[in-house]
């Protein structure tokens, strides 16, 4: 089966811009997960969905951040502005619904912010 | 606050040797413990978690809940098992807390 695909890999930009992250899940996966993966730390849960709906977005950024998973398939997030400390990678991960913990990572799209 | 902490950045064993690596939570309540493992130049992918009790790739996890650990053990490392590995603990497959991760390095 394919895997999750994010889009695009790496992304460079200055800080104050705007800059948005794609993923698709594993076709049929029930939850979408976004998490920030700075350098030498692991991965931070910024969001959790159901299908359409929002499970935890207890540690998502609302001042800046945002993500929607339209009709329950992919899924953006979004940072405006950005600032320096969101240099990360940026994970997109996928699950069965009667398997969270079965999570499918993908690809990663690096952000740098200079 | 749910936390999950992995005391070493850096393992170093010989190819042979038993492999432990440490980890530790915080948790009030009864989390879902996991262990992931991201090879090089692969992706993040689930190894092991506490319910199942299994054995993958010769790696097991016992879950200690009075000492609040959730060490992963291997009796005779491979070079193949050389790994960034990260602990992480749910609750009811909501709210994931990785640990930040321990590199194994398994010497020829």
């Given amino acids: 089966e394919a895997g999750v695909a994010q889009s695009p890999r790496y992304k460079i930009i200055e800080k104050r811009q705007s800059v948005a992250f794609w993923c698709n899940p594993i076709s049929g996966h029930a939850t979408l997960y976004w998490y920030q993966q700075i350098l030498g730390q692991g991965p931070k849960l910024l969001i959790q969905f159901q299908n359409n709906g929002v499970v935890d977005d207890s540690q998502l950024p609302k001042d800046r951040f945002s993500a929607e998973r339209l009709k329950g398939v992919d899924s953006t997030l979004k940072i405006q502005p950005a600032k320096l400390e969101d240099s990360a990678v940026y994970l997109c991960a996928s699950s069965p619904y009667w398997a969270p913990y079965e999570q499918y990572f993908g690809p990663g799209t690096r952000l740098t912010v200079t | ?108």
């Fill in chain 2, 1 to 108: 606050a749910q936390r999950v902490t992995q005391p070493e950045k850096l393992l170093s064993v010989f190819k042979g040797a038993p492999v432990e690596l440490k980890c530790n939570y915080s948790y009030s309540g009864s989390p879902e413990l996991f262990w992931y493992v991201q090879y090089s130049r692969q992706r993040l992918q689930l190894l092991l978690r506490h319910i199942s009790r299994e054995s993958i790739k010769g790696f097991t996890a016992d879950l200690n809940k009075g000492e609040t650990s959730f060490h992963l053990k291997k009796p005779f490392a491979q070079e193949e098992d050389s790994a960034m590995y990260y602990c992480a603990l749910s609750n009811y497959g909501q709210n994931f807390v990785f640990g930040p991760g321990t590199r194994l390095s398994v010497l020829p």
